[in-house]
């Protein structure tokens, strides 16, 4: 079992930058892509970033060169750089261990507004 904990809820002004991270409690981490997704209202849940254990990186086309998904298996921890915030990035976020079989966190609200 492993439990992933995420931290990083904000409401952030539009053009604003915030940082989510997610910490796994165990070591396996290290060996596994991990994932953020996000859900907003009556939408489902999608792909925002994702990184292998080699740390090659993979992003959603409304996030590229705003979002920066990095990982420090030393901490095991995977972070989530948001910049140039936008109202439509308003989701929970989830972060995804991609093993078998797949864990998930509890989900952090970030809002964006004004």
């Known amino acids: 079992q492993v439990q992933l904990v995420e931290s990083g809820v904000g409401l952030v002004q539009p053009g604003g930058s915030l940082r989510l991270s997610c910490v796994a409690s165990?070591?396996?981490?290290?060996?596994?892509?991990m994932g953020w997704y996000r859900q907003a209202p009556g939408k489902q849940r999608e792909l925002v970033a994702r990184i292998t254990g080699l740390s090659n990186t993979n992003y959603a086309d409304s996030v590229k060169g705003r979002f920066t998904i990095s990982r420090d298996n030393a901490k095991r921890t995977v972070y989530l750089q948001m910049n140039s915030l936008k109202p439509e990035d308003t989701a929970v976020y989830y972060c995804n261990l991609e093993g078998n079989p797949s864990y998930w966190g509890q989900g952090t609200q970030v809002t964006v507004s004004s």
């Open positions: 165990r070591s396996i981490f290290n060996f596994y892509p």
